[in-house]
């Protein structure tokens, strides 16, 4: 009678112990020496449950010898349940370590962007509050020269007015490129159309913008994410794909924004990856990305050029 309690008992924890051994592997990633593990528990099981129906079937000797031997199978399965138990714990709390490990990641990219955001608004101010009233005050200086007659100093005076009106507009687009007021004010897809609209001016680009969110403000680290990543590809496009259009759709659906990009261009290699271009400054897109949990990957289809899909959380201004 107790060889058969003991032998049920090795059978149930060696069975427990096994499926909690297999259940483990994708924790492990799959390695080779968990998996053997694994597969000998199993084994071990498979033994015990083949040994039970002898034992209820009475074919089994009970022994005193018998008996201590089955208690000792009863010890070892017991020790490696408990032994796959703490296992478990360990896993559990390696993947919090990882949660947290992300978390910290995250916080520390937020950090940064921040900064640099902080210290793009600073230099942006300086340009517009210090040298734009120095450039103005020139320019009035300019124009209160009177020239002497007979001399070509009235079109020196009108070159330096020229040359003074080219600066001041330099300093306030490149304070705006640092520093958009538009996507402050009137959001991110604003924003977008206003970056898009001073590079179509120019005729060398057709920009097709579309999307849902016109009424819609994000968190500030979310529109700055998205706003400076879809600048970045706009470059890239600029720079490297030789398109003559580009298409972006902002959309939010649930609780996610959603943006498609697409240009008519070249495209990437077919083998090639967003990881393989390093020097488009998608190392950058990524980070950015990743401090608001966002995730892009190539958008292929039937049409020509160069096409990514932007995924993060829709988190709306407080």
């Given amino acids: 009678m107790y060889l058969k309690i003991a032998l049920l008992l090795s059978v149930f924890m060696q069975v427990a112990t096994a ?8 924790k ?25 129906p002898q034992v209820v079937d009475g074919v089994i000797v009970e022994s005193t010898y018998a008996l201590a031997i089955s208690w000792m ?14 296992i478990n714990k360990i896993f559990i709390k390696l993947r919090d370590a990882d949660n947290l490990r992300h978390e910290m990641d995250k916080k520390v990219l937020e950090a940064i962007i921040k900064a640099e955001e902080t210290e793009r608004k600073r230099i942006a101010k300086e340009l ?80 097709e913008i579309e999307g849902n969110v016109s009424d819609k403000r994000f968190h500030p680290t979310i529109e700055i994410a998205l706003y400076r990543v879809i600048c970045e590809l706009i470059s890239n496009t600029l720079h490297h794909s030789g398109a003559t259009a580009i298409r972006i759709n902002l959309n939010k659906a649930g609780g996610f924004l959603f943006a498609n990009y697409r240009d008519n261009g070249k495209g990437l290699p077919p083998s090639a990856g967003l990881s393989g271009h390093a020097g488009m400054g998608f190392s950058n897109i990524q980070s950015r990305l990743r401090s608001i ?22 988190t709306l201004k407080e």
Wanted: net charge negative.
């Fill in 73 to 86: 199978g009863v010890a070892i399965s017991l020790s490696l349940l408990v032994g796959m138990s703490f």
């Fill in 28 to 52: 492990t990633r799959f390695n080779i020496s968990w998996i053997l593990i694994s597969a000998a528990m199993l084994m071990m099981a498979v033994r015990l449950m083949y040994e039970l």
């Fill in 293 to 314: 949990d966002g995730k892009i990957e190539l958008n292929p289809s039937d049409e020509e050029g160069f096409g990514v899909f932007i995924t993060c959380p829709a």
């Fill in 128 to 207: 517009h509050d210090g040298l734009g009233p120095l450039l103005s005050n020139l320019r009035m200086s300019i124009s209160t020269l009177i020239p002497a007659p007979g001399s070509n100093q009235e079109e020196m005076i009108r070159g330096m007015k020229q040359v003074a009106n080219e600066s001041i507009m330099a300093i306030r687009e490149i304070s705006n490129n640092l520093s958009p007021h538009v996507l402050e004010s009137f959001g991110l897809l604003s924003a977008v159309k206003a970056f898009t609209g001073k590079i179509a001016e120019s005729r060398v680009m057709a920009f």
């Fill in 19 to 26: 499926v909690i051994a297999i259940g483990l592997i994708r």
